[in-house]
């Protein structure tokens, strides 16, 4: 299990699937895995945790990873959470190319997006300023969910989820909003498979109940 722009996850250490027999590298600035090392030191005590410190824009964190033990013959879940905004796009296309060059067929990415529209709604311009105030702008959302699956598919990956995480309306509503009207604020959840088949990666993920997955609690808060 690969996490990228980890921060302070720590699900390796609340999520009883992820136990020794999954290895966990977790990828971040190396200002940031110092801090995780310091606040959550069993980070440290778990053999099967790979932190992986990076300079984003001058390390190449696809080269790092492998130097750091990962089999790329072997089956595995990618994450990308709360970074392809930061990014700009042809960024985001190097990640994705070098993540399904990592991957054998039957291997799980997933992550979350969210579109143009919801950056320059004028409901979220309080958010984006104080974004900016912070250093940490938005840069980048695709002008439907079409084109980011269109980036996925490039990859050789098949969608097997893409919804909307704030969208309470019926399925039709959805679909003629999903569209015809891509300006409207739509934050975006999404899992594809390596390939075009989940193949013998989805009885894995059953048996070690990734879905439904017992929570252990964290010793420090």
Aim: net charge negative.
């Amino acid at each position: 299990m690969v996490t990228l722009a980890s921060g302070l996850d720590c699900r390796c250490l609340r999520l009883a699937c992820l136990d020794e027999t999954i290895e966990h590298y977790l990828i971040d600035q190396p200002d940031m895995v110092d801090h995780v090392k310091r606040v959550v030191p069993e980070l440290e005590q778990k053999p099967s945790i790979h932190y992986i410190g990076v300079k984003f824009g001058e390390e190449k964190w696809w080269d790092m990873l492998e130097a750091s033990g990962f089999d790329r013959n072997k089956k595995s879940l990618f994450l990308m959470e709360g970074l392809v905004m930061y990014l700009q796009e042809s960024e985001i296309d190097e990640n994705l190319e070098n993540i399904s060059s990592l991957m054998c067929n039957g291997s799980i990415i997933s992550g979350d997006y969210t579109l143009e529209g919801f950056i320059s709604h004028p409901l979220m311009s309080g958010l984006m300023d104080t974004l900016e105030r912070w250093k940490c702008k938005w840069t980048y959302g695709p002008t439907s969910y079409h084109k980011w699956q269109e980036k996925l598919h490039k990859e050789n990956f098949t969608i097997l989820e893409d919804k909307d995480l704030l969208n309470s309306a019926g399925r039709l509503l959805t679909w003629i909003r999903d569209n015809y009207m891509p300006w409207i604020p739509n934050y975006r959840v999404y899992t594809a498979c390596k390939g075009g088949s989940v193949g013998d990666f989805n009885d894995a993920v059953n048996k070690r109940r990734f879905t439904n997955a017992k929570v252990k609690p964290l010793v420090h808060t």
